[in-house]
């Protein structure tokens, strides 16, 4: 290299370095602020500590435990939450804030998200979306939670033509990604013997932190894309299932977890009849009629599954609540003849809830993310308490188990990105919630929500919502 090629380059790391020292100093300056007298639940699965203190300097904390581990030092900004109860920051692991119908970003994602972290949300994982659009947007909408941007893959038939035979004759259908597109949202093709690093390199090039296959992707396709996401240190999800690799399939051949447990009906389906299923109304009709009672999520093929995902490690994120509240509107249905959709809607609840029961009973890792969209009416946004107080009602969890499935669990479902969230420990990022009411004694008091703090900031939930 030319000497001055060597200089220039000394020069600029010479920069960068300055700039992370001058950063490191910035961050020393500021007051500590130091949160006093609260009852600590942590979420590293140590027991609540009553009276603890917590100091954050910047956007991290500094220190965690008993006054006498902690001492509060000369000139620190005191808050007083004797009485309150103090957790990490909730994080939903599953949303969908992007809408860009004629291809402009729906305001309503601004509110959404002030709305998300007054509810003490402070980081979620975006599963559907085009994440350069998504990441734009939220820089528009502070403050705002944490998103962590997924990159949608799909194989060929996804963006294929469907043709179907009904009564009156064959029917031909637009690619089911079109209306994935008319949402805005922005899926990648992948097809066999392509490159996988490619679908990689748009990934990051995008801003999305990992893939979340989708559909119409074989078990060697899933393999392929697992191993290049991981040699890239990215993570890979994906539908249960992504037909006709079926969930287990796509647990053996390296996905880190699936979504939606209802996905599991798959499993009920031989593999010669999955290969052959091409419409999205064969893929409803495979939940409606061989998933629509409890007794089916009990079957030995489901079961065989979930102790695959429990051996592998793979985590399974339910959507209780998105799909209950499916099944609740496809019950006031006054069709007199039921139509697929809300068939599909009322099985896929019953199948779901027990394929979840049985998932924790065998020890597979469990995250909560809601399904929850930005857009529609607010009554029929799936929301993380209710997915949490589904969890302690519906599946059996305590409710510190089902705290640990929305801060430290799932903080470990998004892999690295999260790495410095959901729990409250020195070197964290300072997401922390402080509670009037105890959550330990019920889940639902995860609505009590006094403040919530964002990287050291700290927000009223009324005035979030009050913002324009």
Not at 152 to 159: H, M, P, R, W
Not at 278 to 291: F, G, H, K, Q, W
């Amino acid at each position: 290299m030319p000497v001055a090629s060597v200089r220039l380059t000394r020069w600029l790391l010479s920069l960068g370095a300055a700039s992370l020292v001058a950063t490191a100093a910035a961050a020393q300056q500021r007051p500590v602020v130091a949160i006093v007298g609260a009852t600590l639940w942590d979420g590293t699965g140590a027991p609540a500590l009553a009276g603890a203190v917590v100091l954050v300097q910047g956007e991290r904390i500094t220190c965690a435990g008993t006054p006498a581990a902690c001492p509060v030092p000369a000139g620190a900004e005191r808050v007083d939450a004797t009485g309150r109860f103090l957790i990490p920051g909730l994080i939903d692991t599953h949303v969908h804030l992007l809408f860009r119908p004629n291809g402009v970003t729906h305001p309503s994602i601004r509110g959404d998200l002030r709305d998300l972290l007054a509810r003490g949300v402070t980081a979620t994982r975006d599963m559907g979306n085009n994440p350069e659009r998504l990441l734009e947007a939220v820089r528009e909408a502070q403050p705002a939670p944490r998103v962590f941007p997924m990159q949608l893959v799909a194989g060929i038939s996804f963006f294929s033509p469907e043709s179907e035979r009904t009564p009156g004759g064959m029917v031909r259908h637009a690619p089911a990604s079109g209306g994935m597109r008319q949402l805005g949202w922005w899926p990648i093709l992948y097809v066999s013997g392509g490159d996988p690093r490619q679908i990689i390199r748009q990934a990051r090039e995008a801003g999305a932190v990992g893939l979340k296959l989708y559909q119409g992707l074989d078990s060697a396709q899933v393999a392929r894309l697992s191993a290049a996401a991981h040699a890239a240190g990215m993570p890979v999800w994906g539908h249960g299932w992504v037909q006709p690799a079926s969930v287990r399939e796509q647990s053996q051949a390296g996905q880190d977890g699936v979504v939606h447990a209802a996905g599991l009906a798959g499993e009920l389906v031989p593999r010669a009849t999955r290969d052959s299923l091409r419409t999205s109304s064969a893929l409803l009709r495979v939940t409606a009629d061989s998933a629509r009672t409890a007794e089916a999520a009990r079957r030995v093929q489901v079961l065989a599954t979930l102790d695959t995902l429990a051996a592998r490690g793979t985590f399974l994120e339910p959507t209780l609540h998105a799909t209950l509240l499916s099944a609740e509107r496809a019950g006031r249905s006054r069709r007199r003849a039921q139509a697929l959709p809300d068939r599909y809607a009322i099985a896929a609840s019953v199948f779901g809830m027990e394929v979840t029961r049985q998932a924790f009973a065998r020890g597979v890792p469990l995250t909560a993310g809601t399904d929850h969209v930005a857009y529609g009416p607010a009554a029929e946004r799936a929301q993380l308490e209710t997915e949490l107080a589904l969890f302690v009602d519906s599946i059996g969890m305590s409710p510190e188990r089902a705290l640990l499935a929305a801060t430290r669990d799932a903080a470990r479902a998004i892999g690295q990105p999260a790495v410095d969230l959901g729990t409250v420990a020195a070197g964290k990022k300072a997401d922390l919630v402080l509670l009037r009411e105890d959550p330990l004694g019920d889940i639902r008091r995860i609505g009590s929500v006094e403040w919530v703090m964002r990287g050291g900031a700290r927000y009223d939930p009324s005035e979030l919502r009050g913002l324009p």
